[in-house]
């Protein structure tokens, strides 16, 4: 877990992205704290938010691309109405609340129709969005995951529990890299 204190202490340091994904009720009294310190892309659950439309729109005010986080049990339609201020779409692949749980494999017909609806949407002429997935991804599942539609995918105890003697950090990361261009 990282606060908006953290946000701003290794901002100055990376070079890439921040991505902060809020999984704390209520989001919006947050939203303009972690955009001051550095954040560039802001997630929600939109369980969490009591008006989505607005939650998107004071996190564009602030800045920063926004999404929504669509838990395994939580339904597209969430997604329906909001398309036009959405810049990713995260779906969770586990249930949140600890690393190093098994990819629920339902995740993969839900992430083809999500696929299918942001495909229509930018069809229709609407902006890019990116499709992403968090929970169980590793090396024997990520070319699924990526055929099924993901642009993006979070791999934690993959990463972080990978033994020195394969390569650590690095040697993961290029497997995974590897795998997932199996399906491209």
Known sequence: TIGPLVCEAIRPHVGIPIDVHLMVEPVDALVPLFAKAGANLITFH????????RTLQLIRDHGCKAGIVLNPATPLA?????MDRLDVVLLM??????GGQA?????????????RRIDAHQAA??????????GGVKLDNIARIVAAGADTCVAGSAVFGAPDADGGYRG???????AAEQHL
Do not use: C
Request: proline share 10%; aromatic share 8%; glycine share 6%.
């Open 103 to 115: 990819f629920i494999p339902a995740t993969l017909p839900k992430l083809r129709e999500a696929r």
């Open 46 to 53: 939109p369980e969490a938010s009591r008006h989505v439309d």
């Open 172 to 178: 993961v990361m290029a497997a995974l890299r590897r």
């Open 125 to 134: 002429g609407g902006q890019p969005i990116w499709l992403e997935v968090d």
């Open 78 to 82: 969430w997604m329906d109405h909001v």
């Open 93 to 98: 692949s586990v249930n949140p609340g600890f």
